[in-house]
């Protein structure tokens, strides 16, 4: 049995993409925005979708996501519940009694977390409660505002603490080249800590890479982060398809992350995507028939990816691509065999592909809802330019000294800047790793060592055995 999912939406960002999340799941599930089924229900009637993976479900056929809503100020919760109404459970809402936000400082957002965390646990315990078969958590957050990155860090390091044993997924935006928050570099460097020690499986979005990808989808330069969210949405609905509308393999997040994530620092994933068909974003444009071939291929295009990264052979660890609409299996064997020629792997690795063949929400058709369209998520040396770029941006101004004021009454800062230090040489040591990776010693010195494997199930990779998953 599939087991249950809750999910935590922190800051501006996180519950903006939760909003647009819950928006698809509902389509998906046959939902309302009232929470009210659209479909009959009865006991005579068997569904093939598993909407109480994200939904509890009460004997009025409502259903209720398994979510949790944290911000330090109430703007964007308020339209949330007011577009809504009666969808989401309040005593899940968490809002700071004063509304002043985090003034875009980690600390800040950190710093509540630790005075309200023991309000925290009850509520997450009281969702845990509300499940038959809990299986893990998923977290929605920006690095680089304050409460995302601040209020975010202090709850994975609450999960990580007291729920260890269950996955902790993170939905992780970073900045553009844009941005207007000028210690955003500090933000991060100290997320990215929590992201590496705390977490299972982060899967990363850069502004930079979403904005181009959502002009493209919609032929319009005049985007925003609405639409933004939209995509990153689509990539949430894609990575759990296959536990909502289950079939024989894949059918749970365990089970997908286990397959591309071998150590537990390499946990870094960037997601691709191709091509977004109606039933994912509406406003799409000029959508073109393409088969599992095309598809697959297309996947490794640049112009796809969701981390804008400067590699242009990037080393894979692993690869897992989840395909929906009308597939012929030939079409993905063909592909195989020629990524395997085209791509590079790390040598220890075997160049294969784990292919997962996705259900089409019957009901969420759109007109080209039978278009073949592809997640890929990839383990692979790209990351390191964003974390490079990271570094960069936080040496620039930590070696100056500048803005480090607004740090300075930071429970955390109290004995001085170690936290930042510590933060920076965590980072440097997953640069390190993931350039390593990409040699033939690699497998020996780590992956040997059972301790640092990520799992120890059936699930788990085997780097042994032949691992083309069709």
């Known amino acids: 049995m599939t087991g249950e999912i809750i999910t935590l939406q922190v800051g501006q960002c996180g519950n903006q993409v939760g909003r647009e999340f819950w928006s698809q799941l509902a389509k998906e599930h046959g939902i309302g925005k009232d929470g009210l089924s659209l479909v009959e229900e009865s006991p005579t009637i068997i569904r093939e979708d598993n909407p ?29 519940r007011s577009n809504f109404p009666g969808f989401f459970n309040d005593r899940n809402v968490w809002v700071s009694q004063d509304n002043l936000g985090a003034g875009n400082t980690w600390s800040t957002g950190y710093d509540y977390g630790t005075e309200n965390q023991d309000q925290f646990i ?13 299986e893990g958590f998923q977290l929605i957050h920006s690095v680089a505002g304050g409460t995302g ?70 032929r319009d330069s005049n985007i925003s982060y609405a639409q933004s969210n939209q995509v990153i ?33 390499m946990h870094f994933l960037v997601p691709n995507f191709s091509s ?6 509406p406003e799409s444009n000029n959508i073109k028939r393409s088969t599992a071939y095309d598809v697959i291929l297309d996947l490794f295009d640049h112009n796809n990816s969701m981390v804008t990264h400067s590699s242009d052979e990037p080393v894979y660890i692993a690869i897992y691509d989840l395909l929906q609409g009308y597939i012929q299996q030939s079409d993905i064997t063909r592909a195989i065999l020629k990524t395997q020629k085209r791509v590079q792997f790390a040598p220890w690795s ?121």
């Open 52 to 80: 109480l993976t994200f939904f509890k479900q009460n004997d009025s056929n409502r259903y209720t996501p398994r979510a949790l809503l944290f911000d330090l100020e109430p703007s964007i919760i308020n339209d949330i």
């Open 122 to 134: 009850n509520m997450i315990d009281r969702e845990i409660d509300a499940t038959e078969n809990f």
């Open 149 to 218: 990155s601040g209020l975010g860090s202090n709850l994975l390091e609450l999960l990580a603490d007291s729920y260890h044993k269950k996955l902790v997924t993170t939905y992780s935006v970073f900045p553009s080249n844009e941005s207007e928050v000028v210690v955003q570099p500090y933000n991060t460097m100290l997320t990215l800590r929590r992201l590496i020690e705390d977490s299972d499986a982060s899967v990363v979005f850069d502004n930079n890479a979403l904005s181009n990808i959502t002009a493209r989808v919609l």
């Open 233 to 265: 949405s689509t990539v949430m609905s894609c990575i759990t398809n296959s536990v909502r509308l289950p079939s024989y393999m894949f059918s749970s997040l365990p089970s997908i992350f286990s397959t591309i994530v071998p150590t537990p620092s």
């Open 276 to 281: 977004f068909t109606t039933d994912f974003v």
């Open 350 to 470: 075997k160049s294969s592909l784990h292919v997962n063949i996705g259900k089409k929400s019957s009901f969420n058709q759109s007109p080209n809802s039978d278009y073949v369209s592809g997640l890929m998520l990839s383990n692979s040396t790209a990351i390191n330019s964003l974390l490079k770029k990271t570094c960069h941006s936080f040496d620039t101004i930590y070696n100056r000294g500048a803005f480090l004021h607004k740090f300075q009454n930071g429970r955390v800062f109290e004995n001085g800047w170690d936290e930042f230090k510590e933060s920076r040489e965590v980072v440097q040591s997953v640069i390190e790793e993931y350039a390593y990776a990409a040699q033939d010693s690699y497998v020996d010195d780590i992956l040997l060592d059972d301790n640092v494997l990520m799992g120890n199930d059936d699930a788990s990779m085997n780097i042994q055995d032949d691992d083309n998953i069709i």
